[in-house]
Structures are given as structure tokens and as C-alpha cells.
């Protein structure tokens, strides 16, 4: 059949119609005939929207500009319709309604929308059941019956465990889209270009930057920023984690927990970081100090667990208090650390503890109210010397004695009030190595003092080279030097493998190796986050230090060794958390992200601009809820890490192990 195109443009401009099927469904009922070429109507239908669209919508000029266009001819391959089997003439005007399954989506959608507006829904879905029962399908009517009678809970299961049809790819929230974009270190460009590729082969799973941007700003409580600092009041940081915690729920159990109380256990400290990147710009501080950006101070804070009021029952636990994935920013400016910033913004932290009220969070609907518990144990052991105002480095903050008084200690002497900034595990594994280096540095001598004395100070430096060059070569690991600008090369990673394996340790130092397997049991023990039995560590501490005694008796114990041994027993029962939760080991680890993310995810038009975005992409790699969908390394069982020995040491929970405390390898 062939049919002009003027005759097409009369049509539609007659019955105003807006789709092509509605044109193809009128010349197939006016001439009784079935069209088969429908891609060839489809293409003229288009082609004439866009002419059409191009005259602006008016007649005079669409017949001007497309004259030669309508005398064309359109080809259609058809067949005539059977004859219908009904012998009654029919009555009814106009085109023949289509049944439901001829019609498109938009038809389909419209009639569905007019038959179900008198009806309710559980009319509809007694209806849908009865429907399959009738057609045999009793599956399907059991599964609509039991997804009609589904709980809220049993619902999302249903939801989980329906597989993506092929095609229909599952979405990303804002917040799992953002966790995505947080680990891979995306900009907002590359973000955008990564969708579009997406989108353009069909898989539409990430949403738009703008949803992300929404994410954000629920990450990011009020900041205060000048050109040489950023801060967030405690006040406001804690209400935003607790928020942030909460949300994590789901309806049911907010429901289920409205009406109660609950605390939020946190730990909070402060450490300074050098070796920043430095700008060619001027900082400066109430307009006339002049700043240097080298160095920065940061004080931070790490939710712990959430737990009911008045009761050990945990609402939420963190499952890696030693991650920087959940070191949150209080303040950070760029000044160096010094025992007076330490001791002022101790004070200043505490005074805002102090005026602290409870967080009353809005979730669901329900009012949830959370009070706030905080430690300061993220501390090294220059800043609890300061912050206790401990004269020497060398004199135990607890029993305030000197290494030559360290054997006659009576626990009646100690510092009660010092036990509460713990034993800094992290730190704590880097003076145990330091201890048994410097002792293998003076065996060949038996300690004698090398001040006076050329030869014994020259075998010290023999042996300390030996012992260098051996680690270098059997580990692999760079021991006891100085690096240029900040620190030397003990560092936490090296003293982890320095204890990995006693038995080369012990060869390379000469040092017992029963004394390095018995610190590396202590001090796994301390960092394993789980609960300690602390008469059996006390036991254990105790019969190291007398191995010390017997094998070196002129080698005095350093602060942190006596500390650990003499007092660590006490320490552990003045906690009610693990020593392990409580280390500073996530304000350490959180060093070389404030270097990334200055270098990469700040602006570096202004001061200001710089340290605004610096906060924010702190507080947004911190934030609980986001931190929860990010990828985390899993960590082996427990019993397959650790000994026999460690084991005994602590009080292990089966769940305890399996679901929340950290491991270190």
C-alpha cells in the first residue's frame, strides 16, 4: 500500500495525534488492514516531529518549508485483517478499542490508573491472588500472600533477595555512592564521567552528583575556619556521630528503642604532625603572627561503642577503633607541638566536655537521647608527660620514680588519676624495640658507661652497625636512623615486624629470645582489642620483668617498659573498656591522610578555601554511617593469629571475635 506523506500530515493534524502507534492503529481500522513495515511509519512519524518542531509549531509555515517533503510517497507492506466471527453488525462509533496487552505503556498506565481508583488495596491484592489461583498459578499467588502478610523486617529480606533482573542494574543510595567515592579517591569530574560511561551502556547505577552533595552536608556539622585553623565545637561533632550512628537502624528497631537513654563512649586526643607541604602563600594569624604550614597539631576524636544507659547491652560497636575511617576532626591549625598548645588544648577540650549536654536525635520520627562519655587516651608519651606535667621523660607518670627506683615500687605511691590515659599500645611496641636494640647495642660491654670510654663507645657503634645492616639484609627493615627533617625510622610498621619473628630478631640481637617472645605476647595482648584477664597479665608482666632482672640485672627498665610491666595490671582494671580500643593508633594512622587530602582535595586559591575544604573532607571520611558501607579489610580468626600464650591472656568472647574487635597480624 502506498500513501502520501500530505495524506499522512492531513491525518494526524484531523485527529491530533501525539504517537505514532495512535497513527498506525487509525489507517490499519480505516482501510481493514494489518501494517507490517511499522519501522518505516515510526521513522516518517519522527522526521515529522522535528520538521514540525522547526516551523514552531505553525501550519502556514511547515507547508511552506516542507512542500517539496509532502508530495512524497510512503511505502507500507500490509495484509488484509480476518473477517471477525461475530455476525451482529456493530454498533459502536469511532476506532475499536484495543485490548489491554495491544496497548502501549502510557495507554496501559492510564486505564489500570481509571479501573483502580474505586478500588482499595487490599481489594487488589485479594484479587491478584484469586486471579492466579483460577489460572493454576498457586506459587505465585503463595508468594503474593506471603509478601502481603510480611513484617517490615521480613519485607527487606524479601527485598535483598530478589536478583537484579539483567539489564535494570541495582542502584547506589547517596551514601553508598559517596562511600565509592571516598575509597576511590574521586573528584567530582571524574565522578561525573564515570556515570555518563555507565549510563551510556545501560547502566544507570550511580546517582547524580547532586544527590551526593545533599550526602555530604549531613556529614558536616558547623565549622569554624580561619587562615591558619579549622575546628568544629565538641557539642556539635558529637551530635552529628550520634545522628549519624543511629541512622544506621532501620525503622522497626528506632521503634523498638523509643523511650530509652543512651551513651556514646568515645576517646579523644591530640599529636602533631610534620612534614606538611608547604605553600607559596603567607599565613597569618589575628593579622600580624606569622605561621608556618610544616608542621600541623591535630586534636581528634573516635566513637567507640553506643550502648543502653545503666546497662552493658551495646547498641553499636565500632569495628575498628584503630582505623582513621572513623577518626573524626575536632580542631587542626598549623603550629608546631610544644608542651604549652598540649597542655591549652587539653584544657580547652575539657572545659568543653564539661558544659556537654545530652544529643537528642529526631530518627524516624521518635526522639532518641544519647549522652556522651569521653577518654583521653590517643596519647604519645610526650604528651601525657605534659599533660600530667611530668618534669623528665624519664620518670614514670605513675609512681613518679626514676629508672634507678623503678624495682622498689609500691603500688600504695601511684598516681591513681594517671591511670586514665592508658598505655598507648601503638607507642608502646615502638619503646619495647627500642629497648631490646639499645640493650643488644651494649652486650659487648655489659653496659659499662661509654662517656669516658673510646673503646666501649666505639664497640657500641661497631655493634649498632652490625645489627643494621643485619636487619636490612634478613628483613628487609631500616632500624634505628634518623630521617631527615622529622622522627627517625621506628615506626609502628617496623616494630610490628621486628617482633613478627623472634627467633631472627633474637639471632641478629643476641638479646634472650625468650624476653622478645614475651613482649611480643604483651604487646599483641594489649593491642588485640579484646578484653584482658589482668591477674594473669599482671602474673605474666611480672615474671618477664625478672627474666630482665636475671639475664641483665645492669640494664635499667625505660618509662614505658616499667610502666607497661609494673603497672599495666592496675591500668587495665581502671578501664572498663580493652586497652586495645583505647589506643592512639588511629590519630597515627590518620597522619598521611591530612598530607593526601591537603595535596589533592583542597582549593588552593585562598587560606581559607583550603582549610574549609580540608575539614570537610576529614569530617566526610570519618563519618560512621558512611565509614560502614566502605570496603574494610577482613581479619583472619583469632585463634589462627595467636598463641596459646596470648589466648590465656585475655577474656575472649566468641562473638566478640567474629563480628567487632580488631586484630592486628
Known amino acids: 500500500m502506498e500513501i502520501s506523506y500530505n495524506d ?118 485479594q484479587s491478584l491472588c484469586q486471579r492466579y489461583k483460577s489460572d493454576n498459578l498457586h506459587q505465585k499467588a503463595l508468594i503474593v500472600e506471603a509478601v502481603n502478610k510480611a513484617s517490615p ?31 576511590l579517591g574521586l573528584s567530582k569530574e571524574k565522578y561525573t564521567v564515570l556515570r555518563s560511561e555507565l549510563k551510556k551502556r545501560n547502566h544507570d547505577a550511580l546517582p547524580s552528583y547532586k544527590k551526593i552533595s545533599t550526602a555530604k552536608k549531613e556529614c558536616i556539622p558547623e565549622c569554624e575556619v580561619t587562615n591558619s585553623s579549622a575546628s568544629t565545637a565538641l ?12 541512622q544506621m537502624k532501620t525503622k522497626d528497631e528506632i521503634e523498638a528503642l523509643s523511650g530509652n537513654s543512651f551513651e556514646l563512649l568515645s576517646k579523644w586526643g591530640c599529636d602533631g604532625s610534620s612534614g606538611q607541604s608547604e605553600y607559596k602563600q603567607i599565613i597569618t594569624e589575628d593579622g600580624t603572627q606569622i605561621v608556618t604550614d610544616a608542621n600541623m597539631f591535630m586534636t581528634s576524636l573516635v566513637p567507640l561503642r553506643l550502648k543502653f544507659l545503666n546497662s552493658e547491652n551495646l547498641l553499636w ?52 537521647t544519647v549522652n556522651h562519655t569521653l577518654y583521653l587516651t590517643m596519647l604519645d608519651g610526650k604528651a ?10 624519664s620518670t614514670c607518670i605513675i609512681c613518679q620514680k626514676n629508672p634507678k627506683d623503678f624495682e622498689n615500687v609500691e603500688e600504695s605511691n601511684d598516681v591513681v588519676e594517671n591511670y586514665q ?27 659499662k658507661s661509654v662517656r669516658n670510654n673510646a673503646e666501649n663507645k666505639q664497640k657500641r657503634e661497631d655493634e649498632k652497625l652490625r645489627i643494621q645492616t643485619e636487619f636490612k ?49 604483651i604487646l599483641n595482648v594489649l593491642s588485640s582489642g579484646f578484653a584482658i584477664n589482668a591477674e594473669r597479665f599482671g602474673i605474666f608482666a611480672q615474671n618477664t620483668e625478672k627474666l630482665i632482672h636475671e639475664k641483665y640485672p645492669w640494664r635499667n627498665l625505660t618509662p614505658t617498659v616499667h610502666k607497661v610491666l609494673k603497672h599495666g595490671k592496675r591500668i587495665i582494671l581502671h578501664h572498663m573498656l580493652p586497652i586495645g580500643e583505647m589506643s592512639e593508633e588511629a590519630q597515627e594512622a590518620k597522619n598521611k591522610d591530612y598530607k593526601h587530602f591537603r595535596f589533592h582535595n583542597t582549593k588552593k586559591i585562598s587560606r581559607e578555601d583550603q582549610n574549609r575544604d580540608l575539614m570537610n573532607i576529614l569530617l566526610l571520611s570519618s563519618d560512621p554511617y558512611i565509614s560502614s558501607f ?36
Open 153 to 183: 523486617i521480613r519485607e527487606k529480606r524479601i527485598k535483598e533477595s530478589i536478583i537484579t533482573p539483567k539489564g535494570q542494574p541495582q542502584k547506589f543510595t547517596p551514601e553508598e555512592a559517596l562511600s565509592l567515592f571516598l575509597d
Open 317 to 368: 560497636k565500632n569495628p575498628r577503633p584503630s582505623s582513621p575511617h572513623f577518626c573524626r576532626p575536632i580542631k587542626f591549625q598549623y603550629q608546631k607541638e610544644t608542651k604549652e598548645l598540649i597542655q591549652s588544648e587539653v584544657e580547652n577540650i575539657r572545659n568543653q566536655i564539661n558544659s556537654l549536654v545530652p544529643t537528642k536525635c529526631s530518627i524516624f520520627g521518635k526522639e532518641i
Open 8 to 125: 499522512l500530515y492531513k491525518i494526524i493534524k484531523e485527529q491530533n495525534f501525539l504517537e505514532w502507534k495512535e497513527l498506525a492503529d487509525f489507517i490499519s481500522n480505516k482501510y481493514s488492514i494489518e501494517i507490517l513495515s511499522m519501522e518505516t511509519l515510526k521513522r516518517f512519524f519522527r522526521s515529522f516531529k522535528e520538521k514540525w518542531t522547526n516551523a514552531q509549531r505553525k501550519t502556514t509555515r511547515f507547508e511552506q518549508n516542507n512542500g517539496l517533503w509532502l508530495n512524497a510517497t510512503i511505502k507500507l507492506e500490509t495484509k488484509e485483517k480476518k473477517s471477525s466471527t461475530s455476525s451482529q453488525p456493530s454498533t459502536s462509533k469511532g476506532r475499536p478499542k484495543k485490548s489491554l496487552e495491544e496497548c502501549s505503556e502510557v495507554t496501559k498506565r492510564r486505564r489500570l490508573k481509571e479501573h483502580n481508583e474505586n478500588l482499595t488495596t487490599d481489594s487488589i491484592k
Open 473 to 521: 639484609n634478613e628483613l628487609g627493615l631500616i632500624v634505628d636512623k634518623p630521617k631527615h627533617g622529622f622522627g627517625s625510622s621506628n615506626d609502628g610498621n617496623t616494630a610490628r615486624r621486628f617482633f613478627e619473628n623472634p627467633e631472627i630478631t633474637a639471632q641478629i640481637t643476641r638479646v634472650d629470645v625468650n624476653l622478645i617472645k614475651n613482649f611480643k605476647i
Open 630 to 665: 566502605r570496603n574494610v579489610r577482613r581479619k583472619k580468626d583469632i585463634m589462627k593469629i595467636y598463641s596459646e600464650e596470648m589466648t590465656q591472656l585475655l577474656d575472649i568472647v566468641q562473638e566478640d571475635y567474629n563480628i567487632f574487635s580488631p586484630i592486628l597480624n
Open 384 to 393: 601525657v608527660q605534659h599533660v600530667t606535667e611530668t618534669k623528665s621523660s
Open 421 to 447: 590515659y592508658g598505655l598507648s599500645p601503638l607507642h608502646a611496641r615502638i619503646r619495647f624495640m627500642e629497648y631490646i636494640l639499645h640493650l643488644s647495642y651494649d652486650l659487648s660491654f655489659a653496659g
Open 235 to 246: 557539642q556539635s561533632l558529637l551530635d552529628c556521630t550520634s545522628k549519624r550512628i543511629l
